[in-house]
């Protein structure tokens, strides 16, 4: 009876600690979704300030509020005004080609990579980690030259962009391959001794099963180009109609024009935010996937 | 040192067994630094003994191949013909063809030109029927040394395949003596999707990676060698030149006289820089790597409701763009910014504190901000990565611990931490890596500022925040161009990381077998 009474004791002290525990982690999670979300709100509370100072500007930059007094559309409406939407669509268009030819180039590589077992093989992997300890930002100043002789810079920057973009993609094929590299081999062997050519084996076989690591690598090759700053500023530098999102708001923020831009800047940001926001959102599943995989298989 | 058995070893007292366990890693560094030593020279060995082979095989074909195959070795693709395979016999000699003209109308040219870069630069030559001095341009080296290179590629190209052509002789005439068939052109065709699939598939990545990823880098190699910069363009100003190991020296002396003006010499400001740049490695990696992991493990914990929102939210993070979230948070973080606006109001602070242009202590506050903000970049796809990792452990060994009575941290010290390290290792290797060269962030939130005022002579003006990586991008969009430094400053990062990486690989105790799950 005795043993029975410390038992329960225990186990009731377990619970209360275990109480405590949770209820200590579910505030400190509180506060960081807090410290995670804090900017983005900040972001969309500031993209709606319109009110205006003593002579009649409007006041963007340092404030020590976010909470709008005045409350407008007015920067979305500049934001209409000025190039912000042409950047829009040359990102947009940027990102979609790169994500279609770079799924296909990374596919191919990774595929090709984990099925197939030739003599240079290994050494082509090793080729390829070394090249990637080369820092890429080096290879950009013969790049913009070459482009620029070719007419791929400034203004007609897209296809430049699209081309090195989607060039060397090739080199990023860990993550797929370690994908591929968990079907079993005994499918392909199947299939082949029923007299499927290797062709019909990717397309067929493998293809259907890989819908996961195709979205993930889809994904991530959209986002790169829609985020990216070096290699747009570099290739379209000195002509805005050639620049993308990225570079175009860069310069809203420097010294000189961010009295004016600072609230424009928030608004273009909710702006470019919210498409990859949603679709992270719904792909989110796959995107997992493709992240610890890829770091567990190394 | 002396070695235990195991039995003496288990016999030990706890602290001795810790530090026995150290001291053998340390004791078993040269070893495996020998090793690895070995392991190089064996790779040259390999190398060398593999073109001597080819030497004898191509020596050896021609001399006992017939009269097709000795005519092969001038006339490519002449044997195929000869044998039937028309197809392959007319690629092989269109491509030699090819390779003649090319290397008589243009190649020579750029070649001959390669060891000097050009000889005339651009000059004023007056115009006697507008009589005005016109600027005359001539010889191009940025041109010589791209297509000097690419040349030096095609030539390379061509040895490879006339290589293939005399084999693909060898192997016919050995098909042919034991009464076989020869592949016809339609078996060609279909064996690039069936048992040559693999180069079909890899062509068009390998020659993306070819064009654009190691002719660029043996082109920026070069440029290491010469004075390519903004008054030597090569072409509208001045030509330039090679100057063989001179910016090599400049960078890594200690004189401050070819220092451009700054009161420290080069090497001064490249080790501050390298200095900083592994400290901030280090720091960015593992911060990320356990709070991260601690997260993972909060959230994962049983009894933790709305599992899904933490991690939607902190995913959130990953799918804005950084160039929004970073440029938004470095102004917030601005002297007149917000955050600066906030503590005043509450009264903690009087004066703005200065995050970005604090230069005391070599920028120390800088330097702690931009760390603790790439936590808030960081943390999410540890988070995720840790997630996906912590659900794989069995469960029962958790559930065995707690039987034995092992407190929470125990379990963490012996199973979670041990088990994330062993899965993680490589990711943490790159994830340092990665990192060196983690050029947005620091470029976003601080451009480099403030600047180091005693190296605001160098080449790119070096800030205090300036990884090896900001500061080559700053050097090359520079007013002065020195593309030549940002050239060195490359292949040291180069050198930086393959030496972190071998020591770290030949260290690690077994890398995974990629066919453990096939």
Redesign the interface.
């Known amino acids: 009876m005795k043993k029975e009474n410390s038992i329960q004791k225990q186990h009731m002290g377990m619970k209360a600690s275990q109480l405590i525990s949770n209820t200590v982690i579910h505030v400190l999670l509180v506060i960081m979704s807090v410290i995670w979300l804090v900017p983005f709100v900040f972001i969309l509370l500031q993209s709606f300030r319109t009110e205006t100072n003593e002579t009649g500007t409007m006041v963007t930059w340092m404030v020590d509020y976010v909470i709008p007094k005045k409350w407008g559309f007015d920067n979305y409406i500049n934001l209409w005004n000025s190039g912000f939407f042409r950047w829009y669509f040359n990102t947009f268009i940027v990102a979609l080609i790169t994500a279609a030819l770079q799924t296909i180039i990374v596919l191919c590589m990774s595929y090709t990579l984990s099925r197939f077992r030739f003599k240079m093989r290994k050494p082509l992997m090793k080729f390829m980690l070394i090249l990637g300890m080369f820092p890429g930002m080096l290879t950009m100043i013969i790049l913009y030259r070459v482009l620029k002789d070719l007419g791929m810079t400034q203004a007609n920057a897209l296809p430049g962009l699209v081309l090195v973009y989607v060039a060397s993609s090739g080199m990023g094929y860990y993550v797929s391959k370690g994908f591929f590299d968990t079907i079993p081999k005994s499918l392909d062997e199947a299939a082949r001794v029923d007299g499927a050519s290797r062709f019909k084996v990717l397309t067929k076989i493998i293809l259907p099963m890989s819908k996961p690591i195709v979205i993930y690598t889809i994904l991530t090759a959209f986002m790169g180009p829609w985020g990216d700053f070096v290699l747009a500023r570099y290739i379209a530098f000195g002509d805005t109609a050639g620049y993308n999102v990225a570079v175009g708001m860069y310069q809203w923020l420097t010294l000189d024009q961010i009295n004016k831009c600072y609230t424009m800047f928030c608004a273009g940001g909710v702006v470019v935010a919210i498409p990859v926001a949603l679709l992270f959102i719904f792909l989110q599943k796959y995107y997992v996937e493709g992240v610890t995989g890829g770091a567990v298989k190394g | 040192m002396k070695k235990y058995s195991d039995l003496e070893y288990l016999k030990l007292p706890k602290w001795k067994r810790f530090f026995y366990k150290i001291a053998s890693f340390f004791a078993s560094i040269p070893t495996k630094l020998k090793n690895l030593i070995f392991k190089i020279g064996r790779f040259f060995k390999a190398v060398f003994l593999g073109i001597a082979g080819e030497f004898k095989d191509v020596f050896t074909t021609f001399v006992k191949g017939d009269w097709k195959t000795k005519i092969s070795y001038f006339v490519m693709g002449f044997g195929c013909i000869a044998r039937g395979q028309i197809m392959r016999g007319l690629l092989f000699l269109l491509f030699e063809c090819v390779f003649i003209v090319y290397m008589i109308f243009w190649g020579g040219y750029w070649l001959s030109m390669l060891p000097s870069l050009g000889k005339v630069g651009p000059k004023e030559v007056y115009d006697p029927i507008y009589d005005t001095y016109i600027t005359e341009y001539n010889d191009n080296s ?1 041109k010589i040394l ?1 297509y000097g290179v690419l040349t030096l590629f095609f030539i390379i190209a061509f040895i490879y395949t006339w290589r293939v052509n005399v084999r693909q002789n060898k192997v016919a005439e050995e098909i042919i003596r034991s009464g076989k068939k020869l592949k016809s052109a339609k078996q060609d065709l ?1 064996s690039m ?3 040559q ?2 180069k079909t ?2 062509a ?3 020659l ?2 070819i ?4 002719m ?2 043996v ?2 190699i070069l ?1 290491a060698f010469t004075n390519y910069d903004g008054s030597h363009d090569g072409f509208n100003n001045n030509l330039f030149t090679w100057v063989g190991l001179d910016n090599f020296n400049t960078m890594l002396s200690w004189s401050t006289s070819g220092s451009g003006g700054s009161t420290q010499s080069y090497a001064a400001t490249f080790g501050e820089v390298l200095a900083w740049t592994l400290i901030w490695a280090f720091f960015a990696t593992f911060t990320n790597y356990f709070l991260g992991m601690f ?1 993972a493990m ?2 994962n ?1 049983k ?3 709305l599992k899904k929102v ?1 991690r ?14 970073l ?3 470095s ?2 973080f601005a002297k ?3 955050v ?3 503590l ?2 509450l009264g903690w602070i009087k004066e703005s504190i200065d995050f970005w242009g604090s230069t005391k202590l070599n920028g120390l506050l800088p330097r702690i901000t931009v760390i603790i903000i790439n936590i ?1 970049i960081g943390i ?2 540890l988070m ?2 840790a ?3 912590l659900m ?1 452990i069995p469960a029962d060994l958790y559930e065995s611990a707690k039987i034995d009575g092992a407190s929470p941290w125990k379990q963490y010290t012996k199973i979670t931490l041990p088990y994330m390290l062993f ?2 290792g ?2 943490l290797l ?1 994830s340092f ?1 990665g990192n060196m ?1 983690n ?2 962030v620091i ?2 939130l601080t451009g480099g500022a403030p600047t180091n005022p005693a190296a605001s002579g160098a080449a790119g003006s070096v800030g205090y925040t300036d990884l ?2 900001t500061w ?2 700053k050097i ?2 520079g007013a002065e161009s020195q ?1 030549y430094f ?2 060195v400053i ?1 292949i040291l ?2 050198a930086v ?2 030496v972190i ?1 071998l020591i770290v690989y030949s260290l690690m105790p077994s890398t ?1 077998n ?2 453990d ?2």
């Open positions: 940025f791209l279909r999707v069936d048992d699939f693999h598939l890899l068009l990545p390998m993306g990676i064009v654009f990823t190691v660029p880098i082109f920026m440029v997260v909060m959230i914990k009894g933790i409701r933490w939607t939210i902190l995913v959130l993070t990953i799918a804005i763009p950084q160039f929004i979230s440029l938004y948070v102004k917030m007149n910014g917000i600066n606006g906030f005043k109001d808030w999410p796809y995720l990565i997630t996906g990792i794989n899965i993680t490589p990711y790159t890596i060269n050029f947005n470029y976003l090896l990586i080559l991008f090359t969009t593309y940002a050239s490359g990062v180069f990381v393959a990486s995974r990629e066919e799950f096939q």
